[in-house]
């Protein structure tokens, strides 16, 4: 890890300036979460079919998974900033090649646009606020974590608000067929702008986010002195990978985003299907259930600081069994958003406390290579829950029968979960 020029470890440094930076970083890729919003519009516009323009928001999830996995290795050797940098250029690129693929009805250079190159620079940015900021906060890790990635669960709900007034809106006809009504700015020119006020807003944050001098230590009040908790044993990639805590780790960030996030791309569609409300409506609901997306990282994290992760995550997946199996029975769009607000709250609460978990476990020193690797579990899931969903929905006409599947997923995390045992400082 470089130490910063021109900063010595004695200098104050307001490490809340930092963590300011992080927030609106995750604030803007977690855009990436309001998907489902353009999912239909793309599908009436172009006449792709769902499994097609699904696909972008998988390939997109897998690339963010694979770059954080790898980025974080350049945040531990070349610096935050950098990488912070490049991730700004490649997903304002990305979003704004997005509305060109619209404009010249190209379903390949969506899958470019948004899944590619988006997703690489998404990735690139979601690892390097939780690297640098793990490293910065030791004293309040899961606080910290969630906190930062509250803006990820928040970005979804800002672009789920707005965008249907900016898109085309779709309705059903009697035959089932997709119709696009008045255009209002138009899927192209939504994606232009948008492109230009992320890539602004990460070029932004981007300068404050830098790694902590060597010898830094957080400042400790005067009137109130605590000792500081012993840290895990500075753990490195390959030791971590000998370790079976890595695998449960991994596996239970996998499961908790892949039951998630199936749910989450077909958020908007599902709502519409099975309530019989507006795009608009649907709209609203994504944007309640994604602020509860961030809420919940804040909160679960938080309360990981003062019951441990273990608990917490025991926690989260023993709660949204029940929920996973009840869903595909409600059509009263006030019960489903409140369902859908809670396992949004536990998807992102795992997302949250995770960080922390991989630091108690492995310790801070190489976290952006070792949290890295566990994001590969992100891309995986974010493969496979999206596809689980398609698949059985264009076999069996509904999502019903995929939610189940997720549920039971979530039964095998709960289990997987109490088998972790930490291991014992060195």
Not at 25 to 44: C, D, E, H, I, R
Not at 284 to 292: A, K, M, P, Q, R
Not at 353 to 361: E, G, K, L, Q
Not at 362 to 385: D, E, P, R, T
Request: aromatic share 12%; hydrophobic share 55%.
């Amino acid at each position: 890890m470089p130490e910063q020029k021109g900063i010595s470890p004695s200098a104050p440094i307001n490490r809340w300036f930092i963590a300011l930076a992080g927030v609106v970083m995750q604030l803007v890729l977690g855009t990436v979460y309001a998907w489902s919003v353009f999912k239909k519009p793309f599908m009436a516009q172009h006449g792709w079919s769902g499994d097609r323009v699904g696909l972008a928001f998988t390939i997109a999830i897998l690339f963010v998974g694979i770059a954080a996995a790898f980025g974080g290795k350049f945040v531990d050797k070349a610096g935050a900033r950098k990488v912070a940098t490049l991730a700004a250029i490649l997903f304002g690129l990305g979003t704004v090649l997005t509305g060109v693929a619209d404009a010249m009805g190209s379903i390949v250079l969506l899958y470019v646009g948004y899944g590619l190159i988006g997703g690489i620079g998404n990735g690139l940015g979601y690892i390097t606020p939780i690297a640098v900021l793990v490293r910065w906060f030791p004293d309040k890790r899961g606080l910290i974590t969630g906190l930062a990635v509250m803006g990820f669960g928040f970005g979804s709900a800002v672009i789920g608000q707005i965008a249907p007034f900016m898109i085309p809106e779709v309705t059903t006809a009697a035959d089932g067929a997709l119709q696009v009504g008045a255009p209002h700015m138009g899927l192209a020119t939504t994606f232009y702008i948008f492109g230009a006020v992320f890539f602004v807003l990460l070029i932004a944050a981007a300068q404050f986010l830098n790694n902590p001098p060597a010898g830094w230590t957080p400042p400790v009040p005067a009137n109130k002195p605590k000792a500081a908790a012993p840290a895990a044993a500075g753990v490195d990639l390959g030791g971590a990978l000998s370790m079976y805590q890595f695998y449960i780790l991994w596996l239970l960030l996998f499961l908790n985003v892949a039951a998630g996030i199936a749910l989450i791309s077909n958020l908007s569609v599902m709502a519409q299907e099975a309530c019989a409300v507006t795009a608009v409506t649907a709209g609203t609901v994504i944007f309640v259930s994604s602020l509860f997306n961030g809420l919940g990282r804040i909160f679960w994290a938080s309360l990981s600081d003062k019951i441990g992760r273990k608990a917490v995550f025991a926690i989260l997946f023993g709660t949204q069994v029940p929920l996973f199996f009840l869903l595909p029975q409600v059509t009263n769009i006030v019960l489903f958003s409140v369902i859908a607000c809670y396992i949004l709250a536990c998807y992102g609460g795992g997302f949250a406390s995770m960080p922390a978990y991989a630091a108690d476990t492995f310790g801070a020193k190489n976290m952006g290579q070792i949290y890295g690797k566990i994001l590969l579990a992100w891309a995986a899931a974010g493969v496979a829950g999206p596809m689980l969903m398609e698949y059985i929905k264009k076999s069996s006409g509904s999502f019903k029968t995929a939610v189940f599947v997720a549920g039971a997923m979530l039964i095998v995390g709960f289990v997987l979960n109490l088998s972790y045992r930490k291991p014992k400082a060195a």
